[in-house]
């Protein structure tokens, strides 16, 4: 259980023997200086500080994680805050979400612009290292979120929450489409007291069900391999997480894996690849979406956006007033985003 602590703020800790001074780290969908580009739209130029290339309009939604490492018997205190950069877009909405852990924070859900403002506090009783995860769900990148952590050695206020070391040791958790559907796979080095796992999906990235349960190895050393395949899911992006249940009723959850998946893409052209002025995108399956066709250079500057309706055929771009080098073009839906490179000569 998560446990809002708003007293547990970093003034408080000013005489506490921490082991390492603060440090933060921002979790969205595009922060500036990433590589490569996810995203497209979504940044004011109020954020711009956070968030690049700047634009306008709403992206899939995009899952965002990070780790904090909590060294044996350590302690960390943490806290989440909203860049809040544009009062009136770096708040989330509904389809956002923030979790620690796996858990949902007691804000959720969101609705109507709301900043995440949160603090807690764990303990890690283990002789080694164990990760904190947290993930930012979200489909604007004005929407980031900072996270702010120090490691003590000591509790600095008293109610830490104890972790304990996931008695399954999951490796290579994924999700990929295949053959209309999504397969999701996972390996387990080791398992510890395991009854049973279990597989939940979800549509919103908070809210999972349970889709299929395996029996746990109980106490094993060996690798063990699981699959499982998603046949039917609804078109738009999964999220599928693990849910680990011991004998003695303990439970634990993996990270969130996330995948989109839609049951027919539109078949792209894009012609001709060195182009002096004008260059043509040809759907040969037209999209039953509204959509954008985005030009960007090498270095992530967005040079030109042009919106096209369903059901079209194709579309051309006069690109003759641009730089000479080469370019990407993203075509976006709410169904896909795929991408074609042309030479402007």
């Given at each position: ?46 954020c711009s500080s956070y968030c690049s290339p700047t634009g306008s309009g ?79 769900t979200v489909n604007r990148r004005d929407e980031t979120v900072n996270v ?187 169904q896909f985003v795929e991408s074609r490179r042309i030479i402007k000569n």
């Open positions: 259980m998560l446990v809002n602590k708003p007293w547990l703020m970093p003034y408080r800790f000013l005489f506490v023997n921490f082991v390492a001074s603060a440090q933060s780290f921002d979790l969205g969908s595009q922060l500036t200086g990433a590589s490569p580009i996810q995203t497209t739209n979504g940044c004011t130029s109020a709403d992206h899939a939604a995009t899952v965002c994680s990070g780790t904090i490492s909590v060294p044996g018997n350590k302690y960390v205190s943490i806290v989440l805050s909203s860049n809040n950069c544009n009062p009136g877009t770096s708040g989330l909405d509904g389809g956002d979400n923030v979790t620690i852990m796996g858990a949902n924070l007691p804000q959720a859900p969101y609705a109507g612009n709301e900043l995440v403002s949160y603090s807690t506090c764990y303990y890690n009783p283990n002789s080694s290292a164990v990760d904190v995860t947290i993930q930012l702010a952590y120090t490691v003590f050695n000591s509790d600095p206020g008293g109610g830490c929450i104890a972790m304990a070391l996931l008695p399954v040791e999951l490796t290579n958790f994924e999700a990929k489409e295949s053959n209309g559907g999504i397969m999701v796979s996972w390996a387990t080095a080791s398992e510890v007291n395991n009854e049973f796992q279990s597989l939940e999906r979800s549509y919103d990235g908070s809210r999972f069900e349970e889709i299929k349960r395996f029996n746990g190895g109980g106490n094993s050393l060996e690798t063990k391999a699981y699959k499982y395949f998603d046949s039917a899911p609804s078109e738009g992006i999964v999220y599928y997480r693990i849910h680990q249940v011991d004998y003695d009723g303990t439970e634990n959850y993996s990270k969130v894996v996330a995948v989109s998946h839609f049951s027919s893409k539109s078949a792209i052209t894009v012609f001709p690849t060195n182009v002096m002025d004008v260059f043509t995108v040809r759907f040969d399956n037209p999209t039953q979406k509204n959509g954008t066709i985005e030009l960007v250079g090498m270095q992530g500057r967005s040079y030109y956006v042009q919106a096209f309706e369903a059901e079209t055929p194709e579309t051309s771009l006069n690109i003759q007033n641009l730089p000479t080098g080469q370019y990407l073009v993203k075509i976006s839906t709410d």
